[in-house]
Nanobody, 127 residues
């Protein structure tokens, strides 16, 4: 089993930055892909960024050039979010999978590909 706990959310003005963290615990050695998803009120959950253990980061088009996904050796996951826009307002979730999923960064895996989920952290961006 893997446990994921997100932190780092908050309220910022448009143009500001936030760094989300996801602390992984449990059988982290079995993780081969981690990702960030988000869900805005009244909308479906969508993939934001994903990263395979041996590299290969993928992003949804709306965040390319603004967000950066990264991971440390302890399998903790991060999302650096710059130039935030009101449209980025959402609950952000961390997810993990025992499989490599991004195909070297060519694929943004859907939520059905992930086995483990955190509880989420809220990001609010005001105009």
């Amino acid at each position: 089993q893997v446990q994921l706990v997100e932190s780092g959310g908050g309220s910022v003005q448009a143009g500001g930055s936030l760094r989300l963290s996801c602390a992984a615990s449990g059988y982290v050695y079995g993780i081969h892909c981690m990702a960030w998803f988000r869900q805005a009120p009244g909308k479906e959950r969508e993939g934001v960024a994903a990263l395979d253990l041996h590299g290969g980061a993928s992003y949804t088009d709306s965040v390319k050039g603004r967000f950066t996904i990264s991971q440390d050796s302890a399998k903790n996951l991060y999302l650096q979010m710059n130039s935030l826009e009101p449209e980025d307002t959402a609950m952000y979730y961390c997810a993990a999978s025992p499989h490599a999923l991004t195909h070297g960064g060519w694929r943004l895996p859907p939520e059905g590909d992930f086995n483990y989920w955190g509880q989420g952290t809220q990001v609010t961006v005001s105009a």
